[in-house]
């Protein structure tokens, strides 16, 4: 099975700074990475598929980069909706497996 | 509008077999490429695939939980069905069905479920 790390597993920051979370994956996935936000008591939502596609809605200040075994999400200009919990997610080959997931609070 | 919604009991008893429904609607499962998957989240802790059903039946397991695990649709109903058996408390969670491909772009609320004797 393929390992998703991510990294780090809590961050502390403020509204307006520049975010980056990094997850890495134990074998190469190509491109089938994809990034989801969840908040307490909610179901996820889609970010980012395919490394770097935005779904539909989401503010451009997501972005999201990498091949291979490394990627990150970048949050540009943090805003207060954007405090959540975030999680990666391989889609290369089953069983699809998640990031532990990074916690992003309020400085 | 596509949405999905799980349902199933609240509370089961250790050793017993858990059985969740995906009622699906707002997309065809017939359309090419569409897969249900479930997932779960214990209390405080991360997502967890389980397991994901194309319509052509091709079906997929964590490799960890497999030997426990069935996914099955009832095409009349438009709905998926998870089957865990041999229940522990260590199962408690709250748990997901999505639907995707590649990606998992729509969500169910979410079940809770509580594994207590």
């Known amino acids: 099975d393929i390992q998703m790390t991510q990294s780090p597993s809590s961050l502390s920051a403020s509204v307006g700074d520049r975010v980056t979370i990094i997850c890495r994956a134990s074998?190469?996935?190509?491109?089938?990475l994809n990034w989801y936000q969840q908040k307490p008591g909610k179901a996820p939502k889609l970010l980012i598929y395919?490394?770097?596609t935005l779904e539909r809605g989401v503010p451009s200040r997501f972005s999201g980069s990498g091949s291979g075994t490394d990627f990150t999400l970048t949050i540009n200009s943090l805003q207060p909706a954007d405090f959540a919990t975030y999680y990666c997610?391989?889609?290369?080959?089953?069983?699809?497996?998640f990031g532990q997931g990074t916690k992003v609070e309020i400085k | 509008q596509v949405t999905l919604r799980e349902s199933g009991p609240a509370l089961v008893k250790p050793t017993q077999t858990l059985t969740l429904t995906c009622a699906f609607s707002?997309?065809?499962?017939?359309?090419?490429?569409?897969?249900v998957s479930w997932i779960r989240q214990p209390p405080g802790k991360a997502l967890e695939w389980l397991a994901r059903?194309?319509?052509?039946?091709?079906?997929y397991y964590d490799t960890s939980l497999r030997t426990r695990l069935t996914i099955s649709r009832d095409t009349s109903k438009n709905q998926v069905v998870l089957s865990m058996t041999n229940m522990d408390p260590v199962d408690t969670a709250t748990y997901y069905c999505?639907?995707?491909?590649?990606?998992?772009?729509?969500w169910g609320k979410g079940t809770t479920v509580t594994v207590s004797s």
């Open positions: 999505a639907r995707g491909r590649r990606k998992l772009d729509v």
């Open positions: 395919d490394t770097s």
């Open positions: 997610q391989q889609t290369y080959s089953s069983p699809w497996t």
């Open positions: 707002g997309f065809s499962p017939s359309s090419s490429g569409i897969y």
């Open positions: 074998q190469t996935i190509s491109s089938y």
């Open positions: 059903l194309d319509w052509d039946d091709d079906k």
